[in-house]
């Protein structure tokens, strides 16, 4: 089983930027795939970028060119870097880790049909 702790959410101004951060704990935690999700008020989930077990990403068309996700292998921790954000932005922001082929498909798919969620942080753009 692997957990998920994500960190780093707050309040930002539009055009501003956020660093996420997703840390991965557990027996199997590096071979494992990590992808962040988002959830707005009154929404459904839906993905933002999944990282491929190679470190290639899969973004979804609302954050591509703005949002870059990266990976430290030694830490099993994942990373959004969020830039240029707009308040659509604005919501709920999880992690989950999942076998890869699952956790691209949810990018663009499902995300329900994944597991190891975390608790999620909060992403608030507003002027």
């Known amino acids: 089983q692997v957990q998920v702790v994500e960190s780093g959410g707050g309040s930002v101004q539009p055009g501003g930027s956020l660093r996420l951060s997703c840390a991965a704990s557990g027996e199997t935690a590096s071979s494992y795939c990590l992808g962040w999700f988002r959830q707005a008020p009154g929404k459904g989930r839906e993905g933002v970028a999944g990282m491929d077990y190679d470190g290639s990403v899969l973004y979804a068309d609302s954050v591509k060119g703005r949002f870059t996700a990266s990976r430290d292998n030694a830490k099993n921790t994942l990373y959004l870097q969020m830039n240029s954000l707009k308040p659509e932005d604005t919501a709920m922001y999880f992690c989950?880790?999942?076998?890869?082929?699952?956790?691209?498909?949810?990018?663009?798919?499902?995300?329900?049909?994944?597991?190891?969620w975390g608790q999620g942080t909060p992403v608030t753009v507003s002027s």
């Open positions: 989950a880790a999942d076998f890869c082929p699952k956790v691209l498909v949810a990018v663009v798919d499902d995300p329900t049909t994944l597991n190891g």
